[in-house]
């Protein structure tokens, strides 16, 4: 596998009195898309929302060889990890001009020296059309496919070296996630890493190389995403509904 990205161990994480994650270990490796996979309840978007000190945690968490598991999330974002939530969380009264802005941060490099990706909105625009179709239009007079795509957007201005993606296919239009697919395969090509909660199979194979199958805030299957989409016995044992 090429250098590590993200490099995590022993992570357990609860909400309140509630410990959600049990000893979950995973590495991301650099311009590697990894899968987080599992039911509603497994575990996924908690796991997120603890690389980015969001919820109670402990465990070792490296991102880009750094110790980041006691810094807090406007720490960690500032290092380079993106973080698009489930729930979007776009500013609905700003316009998607607006929304980017706030997103920008200054341009980075990876630890070899190599510049990461420069992210402009006209830049964005070629990634997303439909969102530059509108620049003026506030957030919350968009769909729900476009304001996904605005998250996604609005992350990339921060010129991540990698990026968190909860659930990017969840209640959009067919339309929608194919074009999801077709971007996070751009961002990829660009170098970033990827790691992704997913439970749709048929978007995951799309994009992702790897998988870990979480049950229960725990790791319960992992491999390539070529073995997991052969193995109808872990599909049905922790997928299908």
């Not at 009264?93 to 992210?119: C, K």
């Not at 795509?149 to 990339?156: D, E, G, K, S």
């Not at 659930?167 to 697919?181: F, N, R």
């Amino acid at each position: 596998m090429s250098e590590t990205m993200l490099d995590v161990e022993g992570l357990k994480a609860w909400y309140g009195a509630a410990q959600i994650l049990h000893d979950v270990s995973f590495t991301v490796g650099r311009g590697e898309v990894v899968a987080l996979m599992g039911r509603n309840g497994a575990g996924k978007t908690t796991t997120m929302k603890a690389l980015m000190g969001l919820v109670t945690r402990r465990g070792a968490v490296r991102f880009n060889n750094a110790d980041v598991a006691a810094l807090r999330p406007f720490e960690i974002a500032r290092l380079g990890l993106g973080f698009t939530p489930e729930d979007r969380r776009i500013f609905s009264e700003l316009t998607v001009m607006e929304n980017l802005d706030i997103g920008r941060q200054p341009p980075r490099r990876f630890p070899d020296g190599q510049p990461a990706p420069v992210w402009t909105p006209q830049r964005l625009f070629e990634l997303f059309p439909n969102l530059g179709e509108m620049p003026n239009r506030p957030g919350g007079r968009m769909s729900g496919g476009e304001q996904q795509m605005l998250t996604v957007a609005r992350t990339l201005m921060g010129n991540p070296l990698m990026v968190l993606l909860d659930e990017p296919s969840e209640g959009v239009a067919p339309l929608i996630v194919e074009q999801m697919a077709n971007t996070i395969i751009e961002l990829k090509k660009e170098g970033l890493s990827i790691l992704l909660s997913e439970q749709n199979i048929h978007f995951a194979r799309l994009v992702s190389d790897r998988v870990y199958v979480l049950e229960k805030g725990e790791i319960h299957w992992q491999g390539t995403m070529a073995e997991l989409s052969g193995n109808l016995d872990i599909q049905r044992a922790y997928l299908t509904v």
